[in-house]
Every structure is written in C-alpha cells, then in structure tokens.
C-alpha cells in the first residue's frame, strides 16, 4: 500500500514557474519568503504527510472516532501525531506573528494544507476548523479573548470549532434558535443544540473553543438578529490555566459515510446552568464575521478537494503501473501488460492528473491574490486582488470539490473489482470525498453566491476582468503559432467565448429572472471552474513549450505538461458550450414542473 | 423513513403507450400476457419488493455477510425473505416451463427485476447470479445436469454463482488457471481459487450450484483453452437428494465500500482431493458459453442501475418535499418552504428522475427485442432483433450505471448534511451503486466491446439502424410543429448528428487507429447512452402530446412526462457534440505521454 508524497514538481512549478511566488516575495512581510525557503517548507511538510499522516489514514478510517459518556477518542496514534504536529510548528504556519505565528502567505500555506489533506483529510479538519476559529478572534475578539485564547490556539495546544448548524438551520442560518443571555458582568450563558460540529469534541488537547452562533434577548429575527460567541470547553481561569468544565456536552458523534477519522458532534450548550459565553464583536453582527471566517474556510474546502484528487490520482497510478491484466491493444504478441498500456486507463489517469493541476494552479492563483489583498500597500491593488478573491471562492470551493468527487471514483473505476474492496483504499477517498460539496456550503449555496453577490451584484465586472486575463492567455497561445498549443488555443477560445456568454445572461437576467438563472446557476459554477482551469493549464503549457524551446532538459515534466494541456482542452473543455447553453436555455424546464408532480 | 415503492405508472407507461407490450404479446407463448396480466404480475412484485425485500434494505447493509469457519450467514430476516420469493414462485418467473418456469417475457421480468434491485439490491443479486447458471445449463447442458439441477434452481430452492474472476484474471480471462482433470466416468476433479464470488456462499439454500471456469489437461493457451464446470457445493445422489459436501470451501468475503448483505466469496476449489465437477458442453469453449450468460448478466446489471437510480430519486424527493429550510427565492415572504422549492433541487431532482425514465424506456426497448430475437416466428425478424439487442447491451449496462453512481451522488447532495449521515440512507444507494460500473465487465470493457464488435465489425450497420429509428422520431417532433416539442426536437436532432459523426469516425478508423478510436470509446459509449435516452424521452414527449391534445384528463402525468423530456433536452442531450468531439479529436492527447511521465 503507497503512502501519499506530496507532489512537489508540480508544487515547485505553480509557485515559481506560474509565477505566484515572486508576486507574494514583494509584500510586506514576506520578503523573506523566495524559492529556497519555500522549497525547504514544502519538504519539511512532505516528510511530515509522508511519514507521519499518510500512515494513519486508513488505519483511522477502519477504527474512527469513538465517543463513550460524553468524551470521544480519537484513533491509535492520533493524538501522538497532534502532538507532533503542534510541536513542529505548523499549527502556526500562518497565523500572525503577534500571537505566535510564523505569518507565512496563504500562498505557501495553501500547498502544506493540501498536503495534509491529501495525506488524511480526517486529520487535515482539525487545524482548519482551528484556523477559522483564530481568525473570528483575531479579527473581531476583544483583547481579553485575544490574550485569553490566541496564543495557545495559535501553537495548535487549543483547538476550535464553528458551531453554526442546529437541526432545523443547516444552509439556512436565519433559522438558528440557540440562544445567549447577557450576565450583567459581559459574559452570556448560551443555551441550544449544535449538530455536525467537526472535532466539536476529541481527545487532542485539553481544551476546545467552540465559536457558536446563538440569539441574545429581543435580537431581530432572521440573519440580522446573530451574534457570536466564544464558548471554551473548560473555562480559562485569569492566570490562564484551565478551570471548570463549561456546560457544554458532547451528546453522540455521527456515524458517517467518510471521515471517520475526524468526530462529528452533537453539542448540547446549557443542559445545566447554561454554557459560560463571551461575545465577539457585536450583538447581532454574528453571521457578518461568521462569513469572515467561512470564506477562509470554504477556499480550504477547495483545498481539500485537491489534496483528496491529488491522492487518489496517486493510488490510481501506481495500481496502473503495477497491475499486470491483458494484453496490450491490437498488438500480435499475448504478452501481459500493465494497465496503464490501456488506453481507457489512461484517459481516466488523464482525467484525474489534468483536473487535479488545473485545481492546484487556480487555488495557488486565488492564494496569491488573497496575500495581496491582504498585504499589498497600495489600495487599489488590494482591493482588485480582494475583488478577485470574492469571485474565485465559490469557485475553487464549488468545482474543486465536484470534481475531487469524480475523480476519487475514477480512482475506484481504475482499480477494477479491487476498488470495491476497502482494504485498497481507494474507495475511502471516493467516501471521504463526498462530505466536501456539502459542508461549508453546498455546490448550490456556492453556485448562488458565484451568480448572485460575485456576478449580478457587480454586473459582471469582476468576472470580465478574469475574463479579460483568459483572453490575454489565448492570445499568447496562438502568437507563438505552435502545433502543440494549437488544440489548448482552440479549446480555451470557445470555453472563454461560452463563459462570457453565460455571464452576460446572468447579468442581464438576473434581477428579473433569478428563479430562471438560477436553476443554472450550478451548471454555471462547473463551467467558470473549467474554463478558469483551462486558463491555468494554458498558462502552464505557455512556460513549458518555452522551456522546451530555450533546450530546458527536463523534457518530460515540460512535455507531460502540454500533453497534460491539451488532454484538459480536448476531454474537458469541449463541455463548456453544453453547460452555457444548459444555463441560458434551460432555465424553464426546471421551473415548469408542479411540486406534485415529480 | 419511507419505504420504496415501485414506479407503477411509469412502468405502466413504457410497457403499454411506449408500445413494448403489444410487440411481445403477440409473440409464440405470450398471447395471454395482455396488459392486465402485466399490471397484475407488476402489483405483486411491488407487494413483495416494497413490503419484504425493502424494509430489510438499511439492515442488511448494517448487519452485512457474515463468515465464521467457513460458513456465511445473511443478515437477520434474509432467509425468511428469500423463502417467501421462492414460495411465490418469483424465481422462476422468465425461466422456461420445461423445468417448472413460468416462461414470462424479459419484457415483464425486466420490470420486476428492477424492483428487486430498487428495494434491495444486495438481495437481488442472489436471484440474478441463479438466473445465470440456469441459462448456462439450459443452453448446453447434459440432459443429466439438466434433470438434476435445474428443476431445483428454477424454483430457486438451490441457487446458483458464477465463478469467473481469479486473483490473476480480472477482465482478462485468458489468465485463468484453476484446471480441471477428466476422472475417466464423465466427471472431472476442479482445482483452483475463485475470488469475488457474488453469493458464492451463504445460508439461503441447501445447496449452491456454482459454474466454474477452468482449464482441461491440454488445452491450448489463452481464452480458447477454457472450459465450463458445473461443481456443486452438496454433492447430489441420484435419487436427487443431497450427498456428500464437495471439496468447495469458502476461504473467506470481502469488506466491501456497497451492497454489505450480498456476500462476496473466496473460494477454495479441490484444497483436498479436488472438487467434484460436471462439464458444460465441450471442452475449450467455456468461455463462449460465459458469454451468452454475461450479456444476459450485464443488461440485469444495467437494470440495478435503474432500480437504484429510482430508488435514490424515491428518498431524494421524499426528503425534498419534507425538509423546510429557507424562504423562496425572491420572495418577501421570509416563511420558509420545503427545499423542493429551490431551483437548484429542482434541477437535481430533475436530472435523477428524467435520466431514471429514460434509462427505463431504453431497457425496456432491449428487453422487448430479447423476446423478439428469442421467439418470433420469423428468422429475419429475430437476427435483426438480435442485432439491436448485441449493439445495445454495453450501452445499458454502461450507461445506466454510471447514471446510477450519478444520480446517487445527487441524491446525497440533496440531503446536504444529513445525506452524509448513514441512517438516513442516501449514501447507502451511492456506495451499492458503485459495483455497478464495475462487474459483469466494467465500463471501459463494454465500451471495447460496443465499439469493436457491434460497431466497427458490422461497419455500423445495427447502429445506423438504430439513427433511423432516432430519425423517424425527430421527424414527427417537428411534423407535430407544436412548441412543447420544438426543444425536444432541436436537442435530439444535434444529439443524433453527434452520435452520427461519432459512429462515422470509429467505423472508418478502428482498424488501422484502434488506440485512438480506443481512447474515447467510454465518452463514446455516454454519448451512445445519452442520445438513446433521449430518443426513448422523445417516443414519450410525442405520446403525452398526443394524449395531451386528445383531452385525456390525467392531464398531471403527461405535463411531467413533457417536461421531464424537456430538461434532458436542455440539461442532458446538449452534452452530446462535445462528447463526439473528445472521441474524433481526443484520441491522441490520451497516448501521446509516455507511461513513465503520468
């Protein structure tokens, strides 16, 4: 059974040869941060998924987490790897220095993060669930929470947990019931049932702070009406060692389709006294910095969607190569030959190989701009990148998970009857795959937001602007009048041509039209994901018939990555113009049928 | 949770106004099966599947096969169950009256079949896997091994297992070794180990009759040296009653990713002093008589696709109808409504229940021809019956299959978190699904098979035969000038040019570019699907207009049937051009990398 290794050519190209690293080197503070610290990073986080992680995924999946009176274990080993994890540092990759943390670029963080997903998402939750949880106190917490809290959940000793869904508000936050009642001394006492909080309970450190959504006295109704509060398991006492267990229970833990590895919880707040609560920011504000840390968290989303494909690929391809199973097509000998000879076998390697880079390259992308918009000292950089930001979440959240789906279950196909079989492994990234279109937020709730705040709102600008990038790569593309980039030049030209056409639908229909555009809203999200994929794959078989030219001699990655180009072009690119035409046409068929009718 | 029920109108619909039941009832044997038999036989079936055979579907799946020193016992209920189906007489429904069957029509038994597999398809593969080795034995058969086994297998008191697979020789059964010596008396001692043997052991029966492959003394290499062993599990007296257990152990089942209570066995044949076995017709032609009952096999396996696929559509629009969660879009109101509500469910919603309907007709279209081919009176009749029914068994199984993995992923997603819980059930349909495309000959093997030996061998003759009867129906779309069908129309007419273009390229490339025709014979083999759905869809468009403008006052049922041909129009069928542009320019983005660069 492969363990998982970080693919770090292709980590190394997107960051210095698609040129996102030398963007991120310019900013403030991170002029440290050039090729060679970059490279020591990833390898650093490699062995660490590699050695530590990988090893733990299947054992972690076959025993899960288990919950016995209130407190749950994690599986054998996990709590000596979190300790590991902690103890080298990467809790605090990128966290600010003010807390602890080594301030590093989402750029960088992004490619470690994929990794530990790609080794054990189960695991990989935890800290981001921790992060989120860091950056609502950061942003929004007073001193006392920020002193209180930060800096052991920035060192990974405390870990957090968002507690946004209660049985009747999963996608619909305006339903949340949980409530918090003031004390007079500016803490609360917050009463209610949390359901589905990740690592909302395990055995891992001493404390967990629980973020959680609930409704103060006479708050308004709906989403206005939201605030949000600090909840630690075990109170802080004021010399910061732990106190009395909070009111805060852990009733069960689900029994799952995937991440068996990773508990989750059924929270009950207040059964006794009420949970002691502190609140963040303001009263009522709870579901404005809950999106704060849920658009962090949804591009991690995305991130795990690569990290499971990338793992799946992996396991696929070394099957392929090893599985010895007829003979090679067409050919007069009967000699065997390894599966990877079949040309079907290839496609569906190719399939996962091409997404998963184009995931990779578009993610790194997104990463960039979200260092820019966070460090770059001029205003309208930062707020271009932060624009580009906002549109690109849905995204990479959106079709990054879609497709981590489809290709874990191209990684089961590829194993033939032994994919099946869970022993192999391969069915697992299929199961735990599953679970990422769905949680912090579903295809539908991201393919909404793409059409309503990210397009409609702006009437398409920050999309044409994307758009006007795509373009520029087209051009180049047919400038250096190459046979190897004629197919990657053609497929992206009708691809950019059916997304312009979609976005300006979208934007001259959607105030008058919603229901109709958006029942092609997530046909819509597919087809922004593959043409911006389709971008990035461009972009890289620009700089790879370049080198190839200039006598780089690492023919085979740069060949690899043309033919990686125009397999994406021709295999999936040529969707783009069914998924436009399902979006401006297909609006009606969606709408006609009576309810009673399915 | 609700129970399955067997879509009765639906299938009420395809056997009589689709126009199947008045084809085969005027068959030899079937004058008395008019459309009141059928709606009865249906009744019943449904009685048994909705009543017996689903409420055992989420236990058996938690319970799962159990193996304990050699002995597999089924989950809590399944004897009871199985006991039932053999006293109704279920078994032997479509088996020939000379050994007690009831010689109904595939066209019925097609119907009932699926719902078996809608309400439980681990159970239904019991029956499945006898219906096999009853053919097999029918067909070339001793009359010994007639008169001893089938009687029994036809009643479903023994069942039957085919035993294909060895740990060597997955799809490529030219690598099987188990052999099997001549005893001088007619028998024969079988040697070998079998693995994923679908009921290959259990406590259903007394006795199980397993079909084994394997190699005489002598026999020439490759799939030309294998023959065909019937070696029971009880040894049978001549009296009929069983004698001594036969040297056939079952070394243990898989821990599988789906269809838990289905027990998937190792077996150990002739550990001791060699299995007692009988041969099948002549030596060294096994594998042709595989043959016959594999494509029998795979289009039962295309139809648990179906079944599951209606199955997931059953709990996915239940759960729709019940789940309230946020307001309707666009609306003032803040009240909430069902989620059904939602655009975005609608169209998932739509795309499980329109591919269901058409993947449906399809099959039922082949299953009629199957009676064709094997009972009218006129031999050209039959042969070309018999053509329509060889092209297009890889296209349901293949097709209806990866729908089904599809629209079980859906059918998860509709229940966002919930679907990711295992008691709710959703996933349990995603992980049985995913077999599908796998066994019986996974995908890329049938659509080797569709574009090699239905398609290029006859130079697409049964194919172009096929786009004229596709033809005829888009001629009357247009002749009716009705805008109900004018999107139907539009989208079948470019699905059938694509399809066109498709089968034009592989007949005139397949002999001297095998590879690249190879490359994209799955996304073929989906355009085959995609476009024959929607040609069925279109036959169904044309009869509720009809019935529509007739003034038939079911008035409720015809709108969806329109609709639902509608949304596969513009959701579905708009995929066909890009897919025959992957087959005709894809192919060699697919071999050109070097195995060593993947």
Sequence with gaps: MSEYHAPLRDMQFVLNELEHLNQVSTLPGCEE??????????????????????????SGDLQGARWSDGAVSTPTGWKHAYAQFVASGWNALSCTPEFGGQGLPRLISALVEEMWNGANVAFGLCPMLTRGAIEAIELRGSDYLKETYLPKMVSGEWTGSMNLTEPQAGSDLAAVRSRAEPQGDGSYRVYGQKIFITYGEHDLTDNIVHLVL????GAPDGVKGISLFVVPKFLVNPDGCLGARNDVRCVSIEHKLGIHASPTAVLAFGDKEGAHGWLVGEENRGLEYMFIMMNAARFSVGIEGI?????????ALAYARDRVQGSELGAKSRNKV???RHPDVRRMLLSM??????MRALACAVATAMDIAQRHTDDSQRQHSQAFVDLMIPVVKGWSTESA????????????????????????????????????????IQAADLIGRKIARDQGQAARHVMAQMRTVEDSLLRRNDASLAPIARALGQGIKALEQAISYIVAHYDTQVHQVS?????????????????QLARAALVAQQQLGAGN????????KLQTARFYAEHLLVRAEGLAQTLTQGGGAVLAMDDEHF
Tied chains: 1, 2.
């Design 405 to 444: 789906i489809d290709i874990a279950s191209l990684g089961v196909q590829i194993h033939g009857g032994m994919g099946f079989i869970e022993e192999t492994g391969a069915a697992q990234h299929l199961r735990d795959a599953r679970i990422t279109t769905i949680y912090e937020g579903t295809t539908g």
């Design 307 to 315: 990290g499971i494909a990338e793992r799946a690929y992996q396991r």
């Design 33 to 58: 941060i050039g090729a060679d610290l970059a490279a020591a990073i990833l390898d650093e986080a490699d062995k660490y998924a590699s050695g530590v992680l990988s090893p733990l995924n299947i």
């Design 553 to 560: 001699t690492e023919v085979a990655f740069y060949q690899a």
């Design 353 to 358: 190989k091409s997404r998963t880079e184009a």
């Design 214 to 217: 609930a409704r103060v006295p």
């Design 338 to 340: 390894a599966i990877i």
């Design 519 to 535: 029942a092609g809203s997530v046909p819509f999200l597919e087809l922004f994901g593959l043409v911006a994929g389709g971008w």
